[in-house]
């Protein structure tokens, strides 16, 4: 089955900058539409940034869409998330997510997810 691990995850302070990855195993990479989501405590999960399966496309939450950055590597079966200008607001549990159809992870009806990894960003 779709494995999916991410890595990156840390401590950061308000304007920082950090760089999340998610390899994924156990499946066809380019046929795959992947992204990020992130939960916050006593929040909703919400879709962060999402990219199609030929890479051309994406899509981001309005309010990181100036700051976070997609991509996907096919040599290394990897996606990134480039996180820039980091405010606390973006501290959650970001989680890397991968489905057939795009419609799906826009609509965050998705099947494979990954574990998370934790981003803490302080005042």
């Known amino acids: 089955q779709v494995q999916l691990v991410e890595s990156g995850g840390g401590s950061a302070q308000t304007g920082d900058s950090l760089r999340l990855s998610c390899t994924i195993s156990?499946?066809?990479?380019?046929?795959?539409?992947l992204g990020w989501f992130r939960q916050a405590p006593g929040k909703a999960r919400e879709r962060v940034a999402s990219?199609?399966?030929?890479?051309?496309?994406?899509d981001y939450l309005e309010s990181v869409k100036e700051r976070f950055a997609i991509s996907r590597d096919i040599t290394r079966n990897t996606i990134y998330l480039e996180m820039s200008r980091l405010q606390p607001e973006d501290t959650a549990v970001y989680y890397c997510?991968?489905?057939?159809?795009?419609?799906?992870?826009?609509?965050?009806?998705?099947?494979?997810w990954g574990q998370g990894t934790q981003v803490t960003v302080s005042s």
């Open positions: 997510a991968a489905d057939e159809r795009y419609l799906s992870m826009l609509r965050g009806r998705i099947v494979y």
């Open positions: 156990g499946g066809t990479f380019s046929r795959l539409a």
């Open positions: 990219i199609t399966r030929d890479g051309l496309s994406a």
